[in-house]
């Protein structure tokens, strides 16, 4: 069973700081992808992390995936209020080439950047 | 374009009682799933469809839930003598998978409350 991890599940900082959240997962996967949910929202996707060795940027936001480590982190640069948010990875258990059939998501890490 | 919509919002209701929670996914997309959220929880998945048919239920968690998507569109998901732990925000997803990537696109979920 495919099991998500991830740490820490509350950050406090202040703005201006960096900081990089860490996702881990159990089992073989080479689809990961994160999440922003604001206080009673939904979910919107931030990255979609396809191969080993992905790395993509938005803003200051920067997401990476090993798959050999099973291992993703979302990196935060001079963080500012705007960000505060919480932060959900998933993996899709899926190992055939193909549509995602279901993600399996860790418990959120839950951001608060403080002026 | 659209987004997910779901419908209703929040629902109310007593123990024992029968609701039907929908779900219009984004025009197109071929595939759509339902997840649960539980307060200060990731998402759970539920089920997932490919087109009408139920290509995955195993997250069901009884024999209480029941969900269909009778014309590869809208989805309807039941739930029979709702109990006071099914509480929680029903979120409803769908992706279409283009170019080698899918990512799912979330609507703004259903909350349930079963007093």
């Known amino acids: 069973e495919l099991k998500v991890e991830q740490n820490p599940l509350f950050l406090s900082m202040q703005e201006g700081k960096n900081y990089t959240i860490y996702c881990n997962y159990s089992t073989t996967s080479d689809r990961l992808y994160w999440y922003r949910q604001d206080p009673g929202k939904s979910l919107e996707s931030l990255f979609v992390l396809l191969s080993n060795g992905a790395v993509k940027q938005e803003g200051r936001l920067m997401a990476s995936l090993d798959t050999k480590a099973r291992l993703s982190t979302l990196h935060i640069t001079a963080a500012v209020h705007d960000l505060s948010a919480t932060y959900f990875c998933a993996v899709d258990p899926a190992l055939t080439q193909g549509g995602s059939e279901k993600l399996v998501f860790g418990k959120g890490t839950k951001l608060t950047v403080n002026p | 374009g659209a987004g997910v919509s779901q419908t209703p919002s929040n629902k109310v209701t007593e123990k024992g009682k029968y609701v039907e929670l929908r779900c219009d996914p984004i025009s197109g997309h071929t595939a759509l799933y339902w997840y649960r959220q539980s307060l200060g929880q990731g998402p759970e998945f539920l089920i997932y469809?490919?087109?009408?048919?139920?290509?995955?239920d195993s997250g069901l968690p009884n024999d209480r839930f029941f969900a269909v998507r009778p014309e590869g569109s809208v989805s309807t998901l039941k739930i029979q003598r709702t109990e006071r732990g099914d509480s929680a925000v029903y979120l409803c997803?769908?992706?279409?998978?283009?170019?080698?990537?899918?990512?799912?696109?979330f609507g703004p979920g259903t909350r349930l409350t079963v007093l």
């Open positions: 997803a769908s992706s279409s998978f283009r170019q080698g990537v899918d990512e799912q696109f």
């Open positions: 469809f490919q087109g009408t048919g139920a290509a995955d």
